[in-house]
C-alpha cells in the first residue's frame, strides 16, 4: 500500500498562486453575497441592513471547499487541455457552483440577464433562494451539472456513469463526508471494478473531509489517516491526502496533486490504450480536509463558527442581532471585492483568464446537457421477433426472453455507437435477458477465473448486487446523452424509490428549462413478479413500485403491462425512441399463453387499451359485464375465468378489455395518455359491472379511475398482501385473482342471473377451490388441469 | 495494520473435529433433503424419482458454509457459555437455519409436529417451500431468527441494533459476498463506531466468500487479499482469514480463529468495562471463503457445479434428465446419513452433545424472539407537556419542539432500564428533538475534538447520515425487545422504503406465529416535511411515504398527522405504547398556531377524526359546505379559508372536520380504525360538497374514501409535485392548497351562491394571489398579514 502527499512541491509561481487565491475569493465572495445580499453587490456602499435578504437561506459550510476545487480544476483544465465536468456530491454547495459558472462566463452565456456587470452580480445575488429566482443546490438550473445533489449519496454512481464509453471525459466528482456515510456511496467506490481505461474516461473521487454533517462530526472525518488510507486502498484507489487551512498552502499542495493525479490517470489510460495493460489499474482519489465554512467568520455570537457544524447553512441566520450587519460586512470585505471586480462589476480580465474557454468550462461542458450529444439508436425492427400466434392463447412463450432477443439485437446495432448498455442488479440471465449476452459480456474489471459465465473488459451489461448503483450509473449515462435499460426484480426496485423521486424531479424542472436537450428516457423493466416468486416468498413479492411512480408528475412517468411477447416487444421499442420519461415495463419472464400475433399486438399497444373481441361474446353490443385487465397473469385470469362463465352461462355478453397503458385509465386532464371520458364509457359501460384483474394493488386502479362514471360498479382483484412460497396458481387463489374467484365476483354482481345458476356456479367453485387447496398440499405443485389450461378459441 | 492467519494452529482434536464434522454433514444432509425430498428421508431405501419434489425450489450455494458457521459457533457458546445470536445475511439459507434449529432440538420444541424421527425428518423435508409449509428463506418462521435475508442488506445494521444494550450478547452476523456489495451493507460496517464496549454487546461479522451471486462473481470475491485485508482495516476491524476447501483444514482453522476472534472480544469488553478503557476499540472479523455449494455434486451434465454460480439455487432443477437421481442419491449418501441418525431417526446422541443447551441454543435464544424480553416504557404524563391554549389558535408553538421535551423524559425515565433509543440520519437537532440531547448525548465513539456538540460514548441518540442504518438498527434493537423513534426529514424516508415493506412483511406473518411475542411498534416522525424546506427545495419535497405505507396490510400500519403540539404528544404517547405497528407521524417543526388545549386534543386523538365546532358555523345542523383538513399546514390554510368564507357569506353554514389517524377515513372493511359508514356520512354528509385539504397527494385520499357515500362532492387538495425554493406560502398556492384556492374551489362547489357574490369573492382572490406574487417577488418574503394572520375566534 502507498500514499504520498505533496508537501514539497511547490508547482504554483507567486503569479498563478496570487492569481488563483484571488479568483477563489472571488469565488467565496459571490457565494456569500448570493446567501446574503439583495443590493448594494459590489459593496460599493457601507453595508447596511437594508442590503441584505429578509430571508437567508442556504448552505455556506461546504462552498468554500467546492470553490477551492473548482479554481483548481480549472487551471488542471487548461494545463491539459481536459475535458472535464463537474459532480458536486455536496449540492447543499449551490452557491459555489453558480458562483464559478458566472465567474467563468457560462451562467451569463445561458442566462443573459445574469450579466457580468453590477446589475447583474445584483439579479444573480438576489435570485438565489429567492422567489421565482434559483434553488438553493445545485439543480437543473445549474449550468453544468448532471446532479442535484438534494438527496445524498449519488454523486460517485453519476460519475461512473458519465465516464462509461467517454474515453477523453474526466469526471471530477466531490463527495461530501455527510453523504459518504450513506450506503449508496459506500458501495459506490467500487465502481471502479467496473471502468475500463481503454474505453471509458477517468473519474476523480475527492472526498471532502469538511468535518460535520448538520450537528454531528461525520464518521471519515473522526477516523485516524492510517484507517482512512486502508479504506480507500481497500477499495481499489491510491488516495493522496490535501489537509491544512492555510490557504497558500493549500493551493500549493492542491495543484501539486492534482498534477500527480492527472499524470496517473494519463499513465494508466496510456497504459490501457497504448500498451494493452489489461489489468484493473488502481486510480488516484483525493482526501481533501479543510474546515467547514473555510475563510467565514471564525466567531458568530461568542461561538466558534468557522471549522464548525455552526457555519452548515447561514453562519448568521439573525441580522437583527447586534453586530450581525459587521461581521457580514468584514467577511465579505475580506476577500477585497475592489481587488476582483472592475468598476463595471465584471470580474478583472487577468483573473478571467484563469477560466478555460468554449466548451471547456465546466458549466459549458455538452456532457453536461447530455441531450446535446443524444444519438437516437439504431433500432432493428421489433416485429422481427415476433412469437408466432395463429390464434390466441395456443402458443407459449416467456416473454422477457424474446425481449431479451430484441435487446441483443439493439445491443449489436450499437456496438460501434457505444451509447447503449444494460443494468442489473445480477438479475439479467434470471430476468431471461441472457442472449444479450452472445453479443457482449458482463462488464468485469476484477479478477477472472475457469467457470466464470460471460465476463468481459468490454461488456456492456452492468450487474453489481446494488440497485443504487444500477439506478446510479444509468442516470449518470443517460444524463450525458446516451440510452439503457434497468431489468430488476420487482420487489426490489423499492430500493430506489428515493432515487427514482429525484430523477422524475429532476425531468420535471428540465421540461422548464429549453437550454436542456432532451435525454433518453430511463426504462425499467421489472420481471420476476409478484405473481411468479417461486424460489423466494414473501419477501419478493411487492408491485407497488407503480403505486409510487404515479405521485410524480404525469408528463414524466409512463406505466406499461403488456400481456405477452408480442406487446412486450412493441412496448420495449416504443420505449427505447421515447425521451424525457421514465418508463416503468413490467413483464413476466415463465413460460404464459401469448395472446396477440404481432399486427394486433402493435395495435393493442397503440391504443393502449381495447376490447379483445376474440375473447367477447358481447358482439359490439351493450355486455352484460366487463371483465378488464392489466398484466399477465390477471389476463390468464380473467380469460379463464371469462371460458368458465361461458360454459355456464352461454347467454351471457361478456366484454373482455385488456389494459396495457395504465395511464389510459387516468382522466385526460390529469394524464395526458388519459382516454377521453366517452371513449371510455363506450368500453366500461356506464353501469355494467366490471370486474377488473389486476396485477399490483388493487386500490391504485380506483385511484386513477375514481373520477369515472361507471365507477361504482367497478370491483378490482389484484395483490392483497398476501404471499409465500407457493404454488403459482395457489398466488392468486390466496389474493383473490384466480379465475374461480373472479368469477364468482361476477356472478355475485350479476343480480338478473337466475338463483339456482348462482348456486351452482357458486357449488362448482366451491369443489374446485377445495380440490386445488387438497392437490397442492398433497403434490406441491398445482392440479394438471391448471397446469395445462388454455384458451380454446 | 496487522492481521492473521492461524495455519498452524490445531485446537480440535480428533474426536471433537470427527464430531463436528459429522455434525456439519448431517446440516449438509437436512439442507439438501430438505430442498429435494418427500420421501424416503433417511435413504432407506434406494432414491427413486417419487421421493424427490415436483417443484425444486430453493438455494444450496449459501448452505453448507451456514451449517459450517453453525457448528462451529456452537463449539465456542459451549465452551464459553455464550449468549449468542446467529443473524443469517445470505437468507437464502433458509434450510441451513432450519436444520441447524432441528439439530439442537430447538426446532421441534417450536413446532412438536416435525419431531426428531424419521416421520419428523419427512415432514421437515416436505415442508420446505411447500404449498402451506415454511418459506424458503430465513423468516419470521425460523426460530432464532431476527432477519429474514429475503431482500439483502441489512444483516449487520440488525445485529448492531440487536448488540447494543445488551452487553452479554455475541451476534454472530453472516454477511454473503451477494449482500456486501448493496450499498446499505457497504455503509454498515461503520457500525462499530456507535457501538461501546463498556454497555453494548459484540457483532462478529463473518464475511462469507462465496465467490458468486446469482450469476456473476462477486466483487470482494475477485479483490486481491490485501486490499481486502486493507478495506476492513480501514472500516476499523481486524480481518481473520479462513480460506480453503479441505474440511478438516478448514474445521481447525475455523475453529482457532473463532477463538481468537472470542479471546479478542473478551479482552476488549474486559478492556472497557474493568480497566476504562475508552478509545474506540478495533473489532474482529473473520473473511471466509469457501466454495460455493461447497460438498454438493461437482459436476452435473458435464458442467462444473461445486464452486461456481451453478450452485445458486438448485444444482439440479430437472430431476427427469438422465443421471440425476443418481447425482442426487450419491450426494445425499456422501453424508453417510447412517452415521448421523439412528435408526429412528433421531440424531445420534453424541452429536447432539455438541449443541448448547436450553436458551443457550440459537433456535431459543430469547433475544432472537425479542417480545418475550419487552418490558413497557416508563412513561411521563404527557398532558404534563401541554402547550397552553386559552383560545384556539391564539398561541403559536414548535410542536416537534414539544414532542422532544416529552421524549427528553421519556429517556430519563428509561435510562437506567436502557431499552430507549433515538435514530435519525443527523436530523434530530433539525427536526427540534434538542432538548434530548440535555439527558443523553449523541452516540459517539470516533474521535472528539472541542467544538463537538454534545457527544457521548454513552449517547442515546444516534445519528449517522444513513437512513438505512438508523432504519436497520432501530429494527435490529426492537426486535430484540426494546424501544425507538427515528426521526427523518419527510422526503427522504422513501431511502428506506423498501425496509419498511420487509418489517412490515415480518410483523404481518408474526401475527400469525403464536410463539412470536408482539414487539415495539417502529414509530416514524416524519418532519421538516414538505411545506417547510425552506433552505432545501423541490428535491425536499415529497409527502409519498404515506401513500407506500398504506399499500401494506391494515392490520400492521397507522398514520398520524396530529395538526398540531398538544395533539402530537396525545399521538406519541398513543404510539410508544402499542405494539407490532408500524406508526407514521407527520409533523412540523416550525412556530404554528396552537388549536387545541390538552383536554381537547386527548379527546380528538381518541377520535383521530372529528368536527372542530368552534371553527363551525353549522351548530349542529346539516352545514351547507365541509371543509376538512388533515396535516398542520392545510388545517391553518383551511382555517384561515372558513374565516375568509364568514367574511364574505356570514350566512354559509361551514362545518370543519379535522383528521389526526389517517385511517379513520378508510372503510371499516379495510381499516380496523376505519369509520363505519353511517358515522362517515354524518360527518361529511351524504350531499354537501366537501373541500379537503390534504398534507400529501390527494390521490391517497380519493383512494381512502372511493367507497363513501359522498365521495363524488370530494375535492381535494394537496402536494401536487410543484415545487421550488419558495416562501411557506407561496409553496401552498403554487399547489393550490392555500386559503385562497381552498375558498375558490368552496365558491366554485356552492351552486347556490348568487352570481354576483361569487364574483365579487373571485375578485378578491385574483386581487390577494397578485397582491401575494408581487409581494414575495419583490420582498422574498410572505406579505406581512399572511406572516402575522391569526385565527381570530
Redo the contacts between chains.
Keep these: 500500500?502507498t500514499s504520498e502527499t505533496s508537501h514539497t512541491l511547490q508547482p504554483l509561481d507567486q503569479d498563478i498562486l496570487d492569481k488563483m487565491h484571488a479568483y477563489w475569493r472571488a469565488a467565496n465572495y459571490l457565494s456569500v453575497g448570493q446567501i446574503y445580499l439583495?443590493d448594494n453587490p459590489l459593496l460599493k456602499q457601507p453595508l447596511q441592513a437594508s442590503h441584505i435578504?429578509?430571508?437567508l437561506?442556504?448552505?455556506w459550510g461546504t462552498t468554500p471547499g467546492l470553490n477551492f476545487i473548482y479554481v483548481h480544476l480549472n487551471r488542471a483544465i487548461k494545463q491539459r487541455d481536459l475535458n472535464m465536468i463537474y459532480i458536486a456530491g455536496p449540492?447543499h454547495g449551490g452557491p459555489a457552483l453558480v458562483a464559478n459558472t458566472y465567474l467563468e462566463g457560462s451562467y451569463s452565456e445561458t442566462y443573459p440577464e445574469i450579466s457580468e456587470d453590477e446589475a447583474g452580480l445584483k439579479r444573480l445575488f438576489?435570485q438565489f433562494?429567492?422567489?421565482?429566482?434559483?434553488?438553493?443546490?445545485v439543480?437543473p438550473e445549474t449550468p453544468g451539472s448532471i446532479h442535484?445533489?438534494?438527496?445524498?449519496?449519488y454523486a460517485l454512481s453519476h460519475a461512473y456513469g458519465a465516464a462509461f464509453d467517454n474515453p477523453d471525459l474526466v469526471v471530477a466528482c466531490v463527495v461530501g463526508d455527510?453523504?459518504a456515510?450513506?450506503?449508496?456511496?459506500?458501495?459506490?467506490w467500487?465502481s471502479n471494478?467496473f471502468l475500463n481505461p481503454e474505453h471509458d474516461g477517468a473519474v476523480l473521487p475527492i472526498l471532502h473531509l469538511n468535518g460535520y454533517?448538520?450537528?454531528?462530526?461525520?464518521?471519515l472525518a473522526?477516523?485516524?489517516n492510517?484507517?482512512?488510507?486502508?479504506?480507500?486502498?481497500?477499495?481499489?484507489y491510491t488516495p493522496y491526502f490535501v489537509e491544512g487551512d492555510d490557504p497558500k498552502q493549500m493551493h500549493q499542495l492542491m495543484a501539486a496533486t492534482l498534477d500527480k493525479a492527472m499524470e496517473q490517470i494519463r499513465h494508466i489510460q496510456n497504459d490501457a490504450r497504448e500498451h494493452g495493460v489489461h489489468l484493473r489499474p488502481r486510480w488516484p482519489m483525493i482526501i481533501l480536509r479543510s474546515p467547514k465554512g473555510w475563510t467565514g467568520p471564525e466567531e458568530v455570537d461568542g461561538k466558534?463558527t468557522e471549522?464548525?457544524?455552526r457555519s452548515h447553512?447561514v453562519p448568521m441566520g439573525d441580522m437583527d442581532k447586534e453586530g450581525h450587519v459587521e461581521i457580514l460586512n468584514k467577511w465579505m470585505q475580506s476577500y477585497r471585492p475592489e481587488e476582483l471586480f472592475d468598476d463595471s462589476g465584471k470580474l478583472k480580465a487577468e483573473l478571467a483568464a484563469l477560466a478555460p474557454e468554449g466548451d471547456r468550462r465546466m458549466g459549458a461542458n455538452p456532457h453536461a446537457n447530455g441531450g446535446q450529444l443524444l444519438q437516437d439508436l439504431a433500432l432493428p425492427d421489433f416485429r422481427d421477433y415476433a412469437v408466432e400466434v395463429k390464434k390466441p392463447g395456443a402458443t407459449k412463450g416467456e416473454a422477457t426472453r424474446v425481449m431479451g432477443k430484441f435487446l441483443r439485437d439493439v445491443m449489436q446495432k450499437n456496438l460501434d455507437a457505444k451509447n447503449f448498455r444494460l443494468f442489473s442488479p445480477?438479475?439479467?440471465?434470471?430476468n431471461r435477458w441472457q442472449d444479450v449476452l452472445d453479443v457482449t459480456g458482463?462488464t468485469?474489471m476484477?479478477?477472472?477465473?475457469p467457470?466464470?459465465?460471460k465476463?468481459s473488459k468490454d461488456g456492456r451489461v452492468m450487474?453489481?448486487?446494488?440497485?443504487?448503483?444500477c439506478q446510479g450509473w444509468l442516470e449518470g449515462y443517460l444524463l450525458t446523452g446516451r440510452h439503457g435499460f434497468f431489468s430488476c426484480y420487482e420487489?426490489?426496485i423499492?430500493?430506489i424509490?428515493?432515487m427514482f423521486?429525484?430523477h422524475a424531479?429532476w425531468l420535471?424542472?428540465c421540461n422548464q428549462i429549453p437550454w436542456r436537450k432532451p435525454i433518453a428516457s430511463l426504462n425499467y423493466l421489472l420481471s420476476s413478479h409478484v405473481w411468479r416468486q417461486?424460489?423466494?416468498?414473501?419477501?419478493?413479492q411487492?408491485p407497488?413500485f407503480i403505486?409510487?411512480v404515479?405521485?410524480?408528475?404525469a408528463e414524466v412517468v409512463r406505466v406499461y403491462l403488456p400481456p405477452d411477447a408480442n406487446t412486450l416487444l412493441s412496448v420495449t421499442d416504443h420505449c427505447l425512441r421515447s425521451r424525457n420519461y421514465v418508463n416503468v415495463v413490467v413483464a413476466g419472464k415463465q413460460a404464459s399463453p401469448q395472446w396477440l400475433d404481432m399486427e394486433s399486438a402493435v395495435k393493442h399497444c397503440t391504443a393502449g387499451i381495447g376490447v379483445w373481441e376474440w375473447a367477447s361474446n358481447d358482439n359490439g353490443q351493450t355486455p352484460d359485464l366487463v371483465m378488464a385487465c392489466c398484466g399477465d397473469v390477471p389476463t390468464m385470469e380473467t380469460l379463464a375465468a371469462v371460458k368458465l362463465l361461458n360454459m355456464f352461462v352461454p347467454e351471457l355478453k361478456v366484454r373482455v378489455i385488456n389494459v396495457v397503458d395504465l395511464m389510459k385509465l387516468q382522466s385526460p386532464s390529469e394524464h395526458p395518455h388519459g382516454l377521453e371520458e366517452d371513449a371510455f364509457d363506450d368500453l366500461f359501460t356506464q353501469d355494467k359491472p366490471i370486474i377488473f384483474a389486476y396485477h399490483g394493488?388493487p386500490?391504485?386502479i380506483?385511484?386513477l379511475t375514481?373520477r369515472r362514471t361507471n365507477?361504482k360498479n367497478l370491483h378490482v382483484h389484484g395483490f392483497k398482501?398476501e404471499g409465500?412460497?407457493?404454488?403459482p396458481f395457489?398466488m392468486a387463489v390466496i389474493n383473490g385473482l384466480d379465475r374461480f374467484h373472479l368469477m364468482e365476483n361476477a356472478v355475485k354482481n350479476l343480480h338478473e342471473l337466475p338463483s339456482d345458476k348462482v348456486s351452482e356456479i357458486e357449488l362448482f367453485i366451491q369443489q374446485k377451490l377445495a380440490e386445488h387447496h387438497e392437490y397442492?398440499?398433497e403434490?406441491?405443485?398445482d392440479l394438471p388441469e391448471i397446469r395445462d389450461w388454455q384458451w380454446n378459441g
Design positions: 500500500m439583495y435578504k429578509p430571508r437561506l442556504g448552505h449540492g438576489k433562494s429567492f422567489p421565482g429566482g434559483v434553488p438553493s443546490h439543480a442535484e445533489g438534494g438527496e445524498l449519496g455527510g453523504e456515510e450513506t450506503g449508496a456511496l459506500a458501495t459506490s467500487h471494478k454533517k448538520i450537528a454531528s462530526p461525520t464518521v473522526r477516523i485516524p492510517d484507517e482512512l488510507e486502508a479504506l480507500f486502498y481497500g477499495y481499489g466558534k471549522g464548525t457544524f447553512q445480477d438479475e439479467n440471465n434470471s458482463r468485469w476484477g479478477e477472472m477465473i467457470g466464470d459465465d465476463l450487474e453489481m448486487l446494488s440497485e443504487h448503483q420487489a426490489f423499492h430500493i424509490d428515493s423521486n429525484q424531479k420535471k424542472i417461486d424460489h423466494n416468498g414473501f419477501s419478493h411487492d407497488g403505486d409510487h404515479v405521485n410524480k408528475k394493488y386500490m391504485l380506483h385511484r375514481y365507477h398482501e409465500t412460497t407457493t404454488t395457489d397442492i398440499r403434490h406441491g405443485q
